[in-house]
């Protein structure tokens, strides 16, 4: 149900649904598609073996998944902006959903920053003599203008971004395929045998499978944007499940596929796969690949392509966290001028809200307090995985509370499959990902409690947050006979 400011409700304007299902479908690739998979990929394969990667991304793969698929039942039966947030106030409790929503909101609001901070770096590849700052203010420009003007707007930004994007890795699966089979010159060494050498397919034992699970997770997040934009689709009922349908067989493909042809093109102790770093594409191993392949220009063209994931992540970035600001305003949750929207239903004063804080967090990287900043990116990377945990507990609650009213099933627009297997399974996993991104720092003799603190933070905050929120409104966690299911409006 499409949410509104209803100053005047006869000629009050509304979110508009807009989004198609090419938009959502290349939405939902987009945010699975990053500098994580065309960088980190290769230090992920080097840590943990062939095998231990690929049974990482397909661990994960399965979760996010899961997730998503979780994400589509919830999405396609009530299609609002505020996504997990609002699911999370109706069917958990309402201060969970509050702490949901603004920390989605401010996660999304310092990655922009972030992304503005790499595409510096990308664009110092071609102009080493130009201010960084520079390109950071005209992307930031750019995306502002591109989130300004319509959701249309948004839409298809990020559908040509994401098709570049996935062209990329089709381009890279196909060459790689016909180096290895020998069809095309550059990968003398390739085969399995790269599998067995060393301490592969598993280098570095359960250690190293931890560690490369939070990189790949980390390259997931953004998949549940579909959630955000569900609010503005067409015809969610048919096209949200559409789109959850297909997640899996993109992981599948962009993912599994593309770490198997790294693995038995380069042999995991290659010293160049060890850097993860977006300063230097040329370790990238589609770089290596493309390079090796006898595309001389690869370095440029694997630049360009790592630009346009930046400013894809930043398009989306100031989308979501916009989005989720109006729907915290338009629930009483946030200042109500964030609620107003513009004629062409864009909630602009969210807009302008969110583009100070992504600037105020880039100028404190670029003329401020380092630590700062790298204490705002930790939390950011936290709440990620928190907004996740919340996917997963609002779908369970869900559907056991739907079930418990004696509704039927088979009236939902679209139905998760393995319940209650799925969310479980989603929930436990991310879980473990969540608490184990530094256990590193309690198996010193000393606990590391800065380091500590620098990676967790995330998660007091939110709690902080969230009980406050609870104290001050005395909100209790909703029983399920006590639940409200709104009648549907997809079609």
């Given amino acids: 149900m499409a949410l509104q400011h209803t100053k005047n409700q006869q000629v009050a304007p509304t979110l508009r649904r807009e989004l198609k299902a090419r938009h959502l479908t290349m939405i939902a690739i987009g945010g699975s598609i990053g500098t994580g998979l065309f960088v980190a990929s290769g230090a992920t394969v080097s840590q943990a073996g062939p095998g231990g990667a690929l049974l990482s991304y397909l661990l994960i793969g399965i979760m996010v998944y899961f997730l998503m698929t979780s994400l589509g039942e919830l999405a396609a039966f009530m299609p609002v902006s505020g996504s997990f947030s609002t699911y999370g106030a109706k069917y958990v409790e309402e201060g969970f959903g509050f702490a949901l929503g603004w920390n989605y909101w401010y996660n999304w609001a310092v990655t922009i920053a972030v992304d503005l901070v790499a595409s510096q770096l990308v664009m110092n ?34 559908y040509w971004f994401s098709l570049i994007k996935v062209v990329t890795v089709i381009v890279f699966i196909v060459i790689g395929v016909m180096m290895i089979v020998g069809i095309m010159q550059g990968a003398p060494n390739a085969g399995w045998h790269n599998w067995t050498i060393g301490d592969a397919p598993f280098a570095g034992g359960f250690a190293s499978m931890i560690g490369v699970a939070m990189i790949v997770g980390f390259s997931f997040q953004g998949t549940e944007l579909i959630g955000v934009a569900a609010g503005e689709s067409e015809n969610p009922g048919k096209n949200i499940p559409r789109a959850v349908r297909q ?55 694997m630049n360009a392509v790592i630009l346009t994931a930046v400013l894809s992540a930043g398009n989306s970035g100031m989308y979501a966290s916009t989005r989720m600001l109006f729907t915290l305003a338009c629930e009483g949750k946030a200042p109500r001028i964030f609620a107003k929207l513009s004629k062409g239903g864009v909630p602009r004063n969210a807009l302008y809200a969110t583009t100070v804080v992504a600037a105020l967090c880039f100028l404190s990287s670029m003329f401020g307090n380092q630590t700062v900043y790298l204490w705002l990116l930790n939390t950011s990377g936290m709440t990620g995985f928190i907004a996740w945990l919340g996917i997963a507990i609002s779908h369970y609650r869900f559907r056991r509370g739907y079930v418990s009213q004696g509704r039927d099933l088979a009236a939902l627009p679209y139905l998760s499959g393995l319940f209650p297997l799925g969310p479980i399974f989603a929930f436990v996993l991310c879980l473990i990902i969540t608490l ?6 309690f198996l010193q003799d000393k606990i590391d409690w800065y380091g500590v603190m620098a990676t967790y933070i995330g998660l007091p905050l939110f709690l902080v947050i969230w009980l406050g929120y609870k104290l001050i409104k005395g909100s209790k966690v909703i029983k399920y006979q006590d639940m409200e299911f709104p009648e549907s409006d997809v079609k």
Avoid: H
Avoid at 436 to 441: F, L, M, S, T, V
């Fill in 125 to 158: 590849y071609w102009f080493p003599n130009t201010p960084g700052w520079m390109w950071s203010a005209l992307f930031l420009g750019v995306i502002f203008m591109l989130n300004y003007i319509s959701v249309r707007g948004f839409g298809e930004a990020e």
């Fill in 436 to 441: 184990g991104q530094n256990y590193q720092a």
């Fill in 247 to 301: 997640v899996f067989w993109r992981i599948l493909l962009f993912y599994i596929l593309a770490i198997l042809v790294i693995s038995l093109i380069i042999p995991y102790t290659d010293p160049s796969l060890l850097r993860n770093d977006v300063k230097d594409i040329g370790v990238s191993p589609f770089t290596l690949v493309f390079r090796n392949a006898g595309l001389l220009s690869a370095a440029a063209v």
